[in-house]
T-cell receptor
Framework: ETGVTQSPTHLIKTRGQQVTLRCSSQSGHNTVSWYQQALGQGPQFIFQYYREEENGRGNFPPRFSGLQFPNYSSELNVNALELDDSALYLC????????????FGQGTRLTVV | AQRVTQPEKLLSVFKGAPVELKCNYSYSGSPELFWYVQYSRQRLQLLLRHISRESIKGFTADLNKGETSFHLKKPFAQEEDSAMYYCALTRGDNFNKFYFGSGTKLNVKP
């Protein structure tokens, strides 16, 4: 079992609300990536953080924002939730930028009603 | 535009039969290709990457730049190979953004 932990595992929110998802990286990993996986689709890149700085962003609106903390844990914040934001949100941590996606968390299932 | 296509949503084979999971990509540049696997009730995990040229759990994948394909193969399927398989690519000089296909569910029947 890897050391990447996401919380919460499940979440139900109302349209228009805000949500914060959390990711605790594998020990020593300084890079974290966030992905959105809609039902029946592959993961879609949201953004990556390397040593607390954003290192690339996918095609997501600004209401998707993130943070990486000095201990390399990370948060994904989504404002003004829409029904289409319902998905599984995955984080993955790795030791270095060029290592690619190291270990994935179990995901947070977000349902927007 | 970058795109990864896995044409089969579901592939069913009998135990001991050969398996080929198809992956085609479009990318302007020099990509690195990967296969990820998700077993039932487990996390997504790396199966193999082209750059390593290794065989994991009997699976291999050959990058064909002419056909822009990176098919995953195994000569003799096992029941424990049943899982969801995702092909993915990233820029060879960056590795920050991965593009995933929509996945193929492999079902190995006894």
């Amino acid at each position: 079992e890897t050391g990447v932990t996401q919380s919460p595992t499940h979440l139900i929110k109302t349209r228009g609300q805000q949500v914060t998802l959390r990711c605790s990286s594998q020990s020593g990993h300084n890079t974290v990536s966030w992905y959105q996986q809609a039902l029946g689709q592959g993961p879609q890149f949201i953004f990556q953080y390397y040593r607390e700085e954003e290192n690339g962003r996918g095609n997501f609106p600004p209401r998707f924002s993130g943070l990486q903390f000095p201990n390399y844990s990370s948060e994904l914040n989504v404002n003004a939730l829409e029904l289409d934001d319902s998905a599984l949100y995955l984080c993955a941590s790795s030791l270095a930028k060029k290592q690619g996606l190291g270990f994935f968390g179990q995901g947070t299932r977000l349902t927007v009603v | 535009a970058q795109r990864v296509t896995q044409p089969e949503k579901l592939l069913s084979v009998f135990k001991g039969a050969p398996v080929e999971l198809k992956c085609n990509y479009s990318y302007s540049g020099s990509p690195e290709l990967f296969w990820y696997v998700q077993y039932s009730r487990q996390r997504l995990q790396l199966l193999l990457r082209h750059i390593s040229r290794e065989s994991i759990k009997g699976f291999t994948a050959d990058l064909n730049k002419g056909e822009t394909s990176f098919h995953l193969k195994k000569p003799f399927a096992q029941e424990e190979d049943s899982a969801m398989y995702y092909c993915a690519l990233t820029r060879g000089d960056n590795f920050n953004k991965f593009y995933f296909g929509s996945g193929t569910k492999l079902n190995v029947k006894p």
